[in-house]
Nanobody, 116 residues
Framework: QVQLVESGGGLAQPGGSLRLSCAASGFTFSSYAMRWYRQAPGKERELVADISSDGIFTNYADSVKGRFTVSRGNDKNTVYLQMNSLKPEDTAVYYC?????????WGQGTQVTVTS
């Protein structure tokens, strides 16, 4: 079955960095675009970044442009989110997502907390 498993979340100080990973299985990873979303307490889930199936095209929310980088390793069936210059407002649960031909899938999420 399709699985998306995030890891790499945790506690960071403002200005610090974290790298999230999302390991995918159960589908042909290299054929599908991937997205990272986040949801802060009391707020709606928002799209953070997306990456095309071949990794060539990426898009970012304005709030993270220049600080976050999305990438993927199709040989490892994994998508990454490198987060630099973290701010307290980046605190949220981060989710990996993909839309396959037959359904949408979400990971379970990983908590990122940015605080001094």
């Amino acid at each position: 079955q399709v699985q998306l498993v995030e890891s790499g979340g945790g506690l960071a100080q403002p200005g610090g960095s974290l790298r999230l990973s999302c390991a995918a299985s159960g589908f042909t990873f290299s054929s599908y675009a991937m997205r990272w979303y986040r949801q802060a307490p009391g707020k709606e889930r928002e799209l953070v970044a997306d990456i095309s199936s071949d990794g060539i095209f990426t898009n970012y929310a304005d709030s993270v442009k220049g600080r976050f980088t999305v990438s993927r390793g199709n040989d490892k069936n994994t998508v990454y989110l490198q987060m630099n210059s973290l701010k307290p407002e980046d605190t949220a649960v981060y989710y990996c997502y993909t839309r396959l031909s037959w359904a949408d899938y979400w990971g379970q999420g990983t908590q990122v907390t940015v605080t001094s």
